[in-house]
């Protein structure tokens, strides 16, 4: 963000000071730049104009042109509430307001043609709208038909800092001739993605012509948000293969092999072989992986992990397989136990097995007998030695992190 946008929000026009902390202890606004990140959570399309009469129970918000005929303040001092009657010239409805009742009465003026945009309430067989928008009808001829809503707390409105209010703060901000946008990604990177330049994000954002204009807006920002996201994530990543080199496995798979033609008793997916042989590559190279396996239930994640482990195993390093639960790791094992060769070793490690049990298969890990072992955390326990583990895969139950 440029100087401008650094800019303390309490000197942008129509904010001062006390909207400032408003700003600043409601939303954590406090610069024009973050100003222009409360993105609007909806739009309505203010383009069209409704008579009274068209009003029914399930209308949403609507948007009415008239004139206010009579203004009345009703009940004690500290309840009062202000009402107006307002008609289009053919039918009449109440507009009511029970906060900013002095503020209000002084803006309205009886017989001055204005805009009121709210949304109808029934009680008792009238209708009326309850602290609606008011505008000139010269402002609405000069504004977007297509209008950004925006997250207001009960305190900013106690303050009459409403969604209009930050509507018309972005419009400042955005009709600066000191705002300046710089582009962050380069010219081929936004051709390849199809992203609209930076600075018409925030524009079609916050002032979009179109719907149309508000898609592209919102998906340049969210890719930007979630290229940023990603970035440390392979920043650390690079980081960590040029530090330390991973086990370079075999590339000859004999167990894999085997258990393929004479032991798996159905055909893989096109998906699950495409994922086994993209593991394939990375236990081939020198670096180190760290995958994510993420799919449905029932897509067949667990049968990649065991197959996957299989060339681990081949290259002579032992796999571990941890589950969040003892039902599911034992689910695995079972799974395994029916679909391995005999003569690979596989284990679980429960803390409901004997002890006895538990001495035999820390012993054996550490000996290296036992090829794969299946459990819980507890299989990482610090007197829980591996000879030559390889290979760890963490199940999330949705998700294999490998």
């Excluded at 290296?368 to 583990?389: D, E, R």
């Amino acid at each position: 963000m440029t100087s401008f946008l650094s800019s303390d929000i309490k000197f942008l026009k129509g904010v001062g000071g006390v909207r400032a902390e408003m700003l600043n202890k409601e939303l954590g606004v406090f610069t024009f730049g973050d100003l222009l990140e409360q993105y609007p959570f909806r739009y309505v399309d203010r383009s069209k104009f409704y008579k009274i009469a068209e009003i029914e129970h399930d209308t949403s918000f609507i948007q009415l042109k008239g004139k206010v005929t009579h203004i009345e303040e009703i009940g004690p001092r500290l309840k009062t509430r202000l009402v107006a009657q307002f008609t289009d010239g053919e039918s009449v409805i109440d507009l009511l307001w029970f906060k900013s009742v002095k503020f209000i009465k002084g803006v309205l003026k009886i017989g001055e043609e204005i805009v009121v945009f709210g949304k109808p309430n029934f009680y008792k067989g009238t209708v009326n709208i309850t602290h609606p928008e008011i505008d000139t009808v010269a402002n609405r001829q000069k504004a977007a038909s297509l209008e950004g809503v925006y997250h207001t707390t009960e305190q900013m409105k106690n303050r009459r800092v409403e969604s209009k209010a930050i509507r018309q703060m972005m419009q400042t901000v955005l009709s600066d001739g000191k705002l300046d946008i710089p582009e962050i990604f380069s010219a081929d990177m936004c051709e390849k993605y199809k992203l609209i330049p930076r600075r018409k994000a925030f524009q079609f954002i916050h002032m979009p012509p179109t719907p149309r204009h508000v898609d592209a807006a919102q998906y340049r920002l969210k890719f930007e948000e979630l290229f940023f996201l990603q970035l440390p994530f392979i920043k650390q990543k690079i980081k960590r293969g040029d530090a330390a080199d991973g086990i370079l496995f075999g590339s000859q798979n004999v167990l894999f092999e085997e258990f393929a033609t004479k032991h798996l008793p159905f055909q893989l997916t096109g998906a699950q072989e495409r994922v086994l042989s993209e593991i394939k590559i990375d236990l081939c190279s020198t670096k180190q992986m760290n995958r994510l396996l993420q799919g449905d239930v029932g897509s067949g994640k667990t049968i990649v992990a065991l197959i996957s482990s299989l060339s681990v195993i081949s290259s002579g390093f032992q796999v571990a397989l941890m589950a969040p639960t003892e039902i599911l790791a034992r689910q695995h094992y079972t799974l395994a136990k029916k679909l391995f060769p005999k003569n690979i070793n596989i284990e679980l490690l429960s803390s409901k097995s004997e002890y006895a049990e538990k001495k035999r298969i820390v012993k054996e890990l550490e000996d290296n007998k036992i090829h794969m072992v299946f459990g819980t955390h507890a299989i990482f326990q610090k007197k829980i030695i591996f000879a030559n583990l390889g290979y760890i895969i963490i199940d999330e139950q949705h998700k294999f992190g490998v």
